[in-house]
């Protein structure tokens, strides 16, 4: 695997991949149904585009819902806001009232939900492939054709990726922030002049705007620059070294501030009625537990230049508050609303293809050889010179590794994206490493054949899973199946199989009609809007109690009999064991597992035939 391919028919290959992954996600996402996020935050991005009013999510920065909203400038949309999910006049909003907004949006304002779907969709997957170029041209640039490609195919064929980048949600989006901002500060540190200090802070202030997670960059930051200064300065001169860089550092980051996110914030707050921001402010922040952060926001909020700011900290303290908090998340037979110190790594082991853990277990292994060579003949130092990127990249994975462990936040296998990409270029420069430390022409050879095999069983892996890449697990897991035993939400049932539930119900097995179905569906899309009076809701806590009472199940809860659906993810949520102080009941979902699933509607929607109680379909 030496430098062989020309750049040529790299570019060419490169393009292919893209091409592949492109067509991959547009033809996947096109059956995919809304889910859940998406239901807020396409609202929300059209709302700042044509209303430059930030009322709406303020949760999440402007800059990944504003792309997927710009087609739909073009779609002649009508916009609730003349309803009071808009207005809010009444009093401060309540979290919910963005998903209320969006199904308003979608559903009842005469648009075509499918054709707003499609097309902020389509907007995300552009994005998706430029953050493909990106890191092709990067990698390449930095380690030749060979590691530019590897890098390419592990992202082009990522079932993650996949997944999540054809979707309206911040992952991706958070991903590309990161790379932008690494790339630039890397290049300051390289050369410290006025134009990389002044793209370092532009990068910086579009990495702020796409994630608030992504401020893990200033520690970062704060780590890898006195590291560069002190590898790169002569000894007598590294505390100056360190303290001019510093400067630079804190004058990259205001310009962050000033020239990005300033101006962006400002513009999305242009038409937001101060008094109305101050009162939505107070209302979601009032109980930080950061007094003094949240006094200067509310101050802010008062001062008509800085309004903007006050929003941008506004959405940050949020995002603080809510990893503090944690959310309530199922995994592996328990449910708790704070988090598992193990529930990234197993979901790393378990929805990553296998190939790329073989593969990443023998790089490992080389690098502790490695390291213990360097360090035996005395020129790891000499190495961290020559090879400072490559550390960086390891010391942010490490550290974003680190602050998602001791996180209090729990939601999906999407939020270790941001460390994706650096662990690809980490994995395919050892294997290149490894196979040139090989001198015998027939073992190399073996070794080479061997890489070729765990990539196309990666790709494989993919491909084979098409085109339900949410719910992907790997064979350590059972497989995609049961997948849905170690942790649903956005890892497996985010209601993108609505669509083909509405499938199912138009196509019964053995033909005839379905005239009513008992539905609980998690997700983004409106049942009564789209099945009018088939929909029951079903509300399975309703129904355990009247069972607990003796009631029949032909009885309870209004009458449950016929065809029943369960999102997995709400099965998950009514079976499994409260933890660690729970406060509520779970078992609510223990009469349902005394049946078979007739069918699924994808994966993640079970589907079920209840003629009595006593029935099971097998």
């Given at each position: 695997m030496t430098e062989k391919i020309s750049s040529k028919k790299t570019n060419l290959i490169a393009l292919i991949l893209l091409a592949i992954m492109a067509v991959t996600a547009i033809l996947s996402m096109k059956e995919a149904a809304l889910?859940?996020?998406?239901?807020?935050?396409?609202?929300?991005?059209?709302?700042?585009?044509?209303?430059?009013?930030?009322?709406?999510?303020?949760?999440?920065?402007?800059?990944?819902?504003?792309?997927?909203?710009?087609?739909?400038l073009f779609l002649n949309l009508n916009f609730p806001d003349d309803q009071q999910v808009w207005l809010q006049e009444e009093s401060a909003p309540a979290w919910w009232v963005q998903f209320d907004l969006g199904n308003r949006f979608l559903y009842y304002s005469d648009n075509n939900p499918r054709e707003i779907i499609f097309w902020s969709r389509l907007a995300m997957i552009l994005l998706l492939i430029f953050l493909g170029w990106l890191l092709f041209y990067w990698t390449k640039k930095k380690w030749g054709n060979t590691v530019g490609l590897g890098v390419l195919a592990l992202f082009s064929f990522s079932p993650t990726f996949l997944a999540h980048g054809r979707l309206v949600n911040t992952d991706v989006g958070a991903v590309l922030g990161v790379l932008i901002a690494i790339i630039f500060w890397?290049?300051?540190?390289?050369?410290?002049?006025?134009?990389?200090?002044?793209?370092?802070?532009?990068?910086?202030?579009?990495?702020?705007?796409?994630?608030?997670?992504?401020?893990?960059?200033?520690?970062?930051?704060?780590?890898?620059?006195?590291?560069?200064?002190?590898?790169?300065?002569e000894k007598n001169k590294i505390l100056k070294s360190i303290i001019r860089y510093a400067g630079k550092g804190i004058l990259a980051a205001a310009i962050g501030v000033i020239f990005v996110i300033w101006p962006v914030y400002q513009f999305h707050v242009w038409n937001y009625p101060p008094e109305q921001q101050l009162r939505d402010t107070i209302a979601d922040i009032v109980n930080h537990p950061v007094p003094i952060a949240r006094d200067v926001t509310f101050w802010m909020t008062e001062q008509e230049p800085l309004r903007g700011l006050a929003q941008y900290t506004r959405g940050l303290l949020m995002a603080s508050q809510r990893t503090a908090w944690g959310n309530t998340a199922t995994f592996m037979g328990e449910i708790a609303n704070n988090s598992w110190l193990h529930y990234f790594p197993a979901l790393y082991l378990f929805k990553i293809p296998l190939a790329f853990h073989i593969l990443s277990f023998i790089v490992l292994a080389g690098a502790i050889w490695g390291i213990k060579r360097l360090?035996?003949?005395?020129?790891?130092?000499?190495?961290?010179?020559?090879?400072?990127?490559?550390?960086?990249?390891?010391?942010?994975?490490?550290?974003?590794?680190?602050?998602?462990?001791?996180?209090?936040?729990?939601?999906?296998?999407?939020?270790?994206?941001?460390?994706?990409?650096?662990?690809?270029?980490?994995?395919?420069?050892?294997?290149?490493?490894?196979?040139?430390?090989?001198?015998?022409?027939?073992?190399?050879?073996?070794?080479?054949?061997?890489?070729?095999?765990?990539?196309?069983?990666?790709?494989?892996s993919s491909l084979s899973t098409f085109?339900?890449?949410?719910?992907?697990?790997?064979?350590?897991?059972?497989?995609?199946?049961?997948?849905?035993?170690?942790?649903?939400?956005?890892?497996?049932?985010?209601?993108?199989?609505?669509?083909?539930?509405?499938?199912?119900?138009?196509?019964?097995?053995?033909?005839?009609?379905?005239?009513?179905?008992?539905?609980?569906y998690f997700g983004g899309e409106d049942p009564t809007y789209w099945l009018g009076e088939k929909y029951v809701r079903l509300n399975p806590k309703?129904?355990?109690?009247?069972?607990?009472?003796?009631?029949?199940?032909?009885?309870?809860?209004?009458?449950?009999?016929?065809?029943?659906?369960v999102s997995v993810g709400q099965i998950q949520g009514g079976i499994t064991k409260p933890v660690r102080g729970f406060p509520d009941e779970t078992g609510y979902y223990n009469w349902?597992?005394?049946?078979?699933?007739?069918?699924?509607?994808?994966?993640?929607?079970?589907?079920?035939k209840i003629e009595n109680k006593a029935a099971v379909i097998d």
């Open positions: 889910t859940f996020d998406e239901l807020a935050h396409i609202p929300a991005g059209y709302s700042y585009l044509t209303k430059q009013d930030y009322r709406i999510n303020p949760e999440h920065p402007p800059l990944i819902k504003d792309i997927p909203a710009i087609p739909l890397l290049k300051f540190l390289q050369l410290p002049n006025w134009k990389n200090i002044f793209l370092a802070g532009i990068g910086f202030g579009i990495a702020m705007i796409f994630k608030f997670s992504l401020i893990i960059l200033i520690p970062f930051f704060v780590i890898i620059t006195p590291f560069y200064a002190i590898l790169f300065s360090t035996k003949e005395k020129r790891f130092l000499s190495w961290l010179k020559n090879n400072f990127i490559i550390m960086a990249i390891f010391i942010w994975t490490s550290v974003y590794w680190l602050v998602s462990l001791i996180g209090n936040l729990n939601i999906g296998i999407r939020h270790l994206l941001p460390v994706f990409p650096f662990t690809y270029i980490l994995v395919v420069l050892g294997t290149v490493k490894i196979i040139s430390f090989i001198t015998m022409p027939k073992l190399k050879k073996t070794a080479i054949i061997f890489v070729f095999i765990l990539f196309a069983w990666y790709i494989g085109p339900h890449y949410i719910p992907y697990y790997n064979e350590l897991a059972g497989g995609t199946k049961e997948g849905h035993k170690i942790a649903a939400d956005s890892n497996y049932d985010w209601g993108q199989d609505f669509y083909r539930l509405l499938h199912f119900i138009e196509n019964p097995p053995g033909g005839g009609k379905i005239e009513k179905i008992h539905l609980d309703e129904v355990a109690q009247d069972l607990s009472k003796g009631i029949p199940l032909s009885e309870a809860g209004g009458g449950i009999e016929g065809w029943v659906a349902l597992e005394e049946y078979t699933p007739l069918a699924r509607a994808g994966h993640s929607i079970f589907i079920y």
